[in-house]
């Protein structure tokens, strides 16, 4: 994306849209995955239906666990597009955001296209501000973000 709010990224990846989406939708599945090694996720609750809940706790090595409020679920069409932000918890009850480094309003946007052999895997992430979303990268969205992506390509592959 172009815009100052937004960071996104689009690759094609040798998994199906069916692959990538229990890979986005199953606890134990995520928790493979969704952090850049050495990250670890070690809990993930998820109901994959508006409203639902989206809540990941991770160890950063020399940081600690970091757990976030429990997110909310907007858009849920499996197979083809997963929706889910952190400014709102489970039943669209807004989150109080605290004032950490890592503590901003964020809405993730996943979106899959069937293709030849696999699919076209788009993630972006919206920011409430032109100041989050740089830190957001400054903090290395594309390098981590990118991490996990090859990583989640691998085991779906393998499902």
Not at 13 to 40: D, G, H, N, Y
Request: glycine share 8%; net charge negative; with cysteine.
């Amino acid at each position: 994306m172009s815009d100052d709010l937004s960071l996104s990224f689009t690759r094609t990846l040798s998994a199906t849209p069916a692959q990538i989406w229990r890979c986005w939708t199953e606890p134990e599945l995520i928790k493979q995955w969704f952090a850049p090694a050495p990250v670890q996720t070690t809990e993930v609750e998820i109901n994959p239906v508006p409203g639902g809940i989206f809540r990941t706790v991770m160890v950063v090595p020399d940081h600690g666990t970091i757990a976030g409020d429990a997110g909310c679920i907007l858009i849920a069409s499996p197979e083809r597009h997963l929706v889910w932000t952190n400014a709102l918890g489970p039943n669209f009850h807004p989150n109080k955001i605290g004032d950490g480094p890592m503590d901003f309003a964020f809405t993730a946007d996943i979106q899959l296209v069937p293709g030849s052999g696999g699919c076209t895997y788009t993630a972006t992430v919206k920011h409430a501000s032109a100041q989050t979303a740089l830190a957001h990268k400054d903090m290395g969205f594309y390098d981590g973000w990118g991490a996990a992506t090859s990583q989640l390509e691998t085991l779906a592959r393998s499902l």
